[in-house]
């Protein structure tokens, strides 16, 4: 497998069209598929191919169907290509300059892609995951209606929310969420929430246009 993905970005990409980034995540076919994918070798003699010896490979898929793949040799040198994808049910394709497009059979879910049986896992960024709870909430209207948001997000990509009203009731929503960049979505049974997102040592803002929110949230 890892030869083929190899051979399928052989050239680094320099002249492609590149299809327009949405502008809402949530309408992206495939949102399961964003984010950064990693393989490790399961020996520390890694996995030989072409000559080299790989022991870590990571593949990043943006919403604008570019990806970047990047190979951690046993020597510690690292090789980097990018290009663009086409995506559908079965199979991802990789597409690079001048060269035939590699087509591989993929199974995907919330954190965990199997590609030509491969096994790659999804990672969030080091401080992201944790609970969370809101120390200041501020945007029109929201600020009136909610008192405190409970946010739980696990590393493989689970979450929970908690939202307590100035009324005293509460609700709860889990599910998955998924990154791009700073955008956060939460994708729940009856709805999901698109949020930009700033994060620190130990505190993690969020801001919905939509709603006009702002809460910053302070770790647990």
Not at 38 to 56: I, K, M, P, Q
Not at 67 to 95: A, H, K, M
Not at 204 to 218: H, I, P
């Amino acid at each position: 497998m890892l030869k083929h993905i190899i051979l399928a970005v052989t050239l680094f990409l320099t002249t492609f069209s590149v299809s327009a980034r949405a502008s809402d995540l949530t309408e992206f076919d495939y949102p399961l598929l964003l984010g950064d994918w990693y393989w490790f070798s399961n020996t520390d003699a890694g996995v030989e191919s072409e000559g080299a010896s790989y022991r870590a490979m990571n593949i990043k898929f943006k919403s604008n169907y570019r990806f970047v793949i990047r190979l951690l040799q046993t020597s510690g040198n690292v090789e980097e290509w990018e290009g663009t994808y086409d995506i559908d049910e079965t199979t991802v394709t990789f597409l690079t300059h001048g060269q035939p497009e590699q087509q591989h059979s993929y199974m995907l879910s919330y954190n965990q892609f199997l590609l030509d049986g491969a096994r790659f896992t999804k990672l969030a960024p080091e401080n992201l995951p944790g609970n969370w709870r809101s120390s200041q909430i501020s945007g029109q209207d929201v600020g009136d209606a909610v008192s405190e948001i409970a946010l739980s997000l696990r590393p493989d990509f689970l979450f929970s929310a908690e939202v307590s009203g100035k009324n005293g009731k509460k609700k709860e929503h889990r599910g998955i969420y998924f990154i791009e960049d700073d955008r956060i979505v939460l994708i729940y049974e009856d709805g999901q929430q698109d949020s930009q997102f700033s994060l620190g040592s130990n505190t993690l803002t969020l801001t919905n246009k939509q709603f006009g929110m702002e809460a910053v949230m302070r770790r647990e």
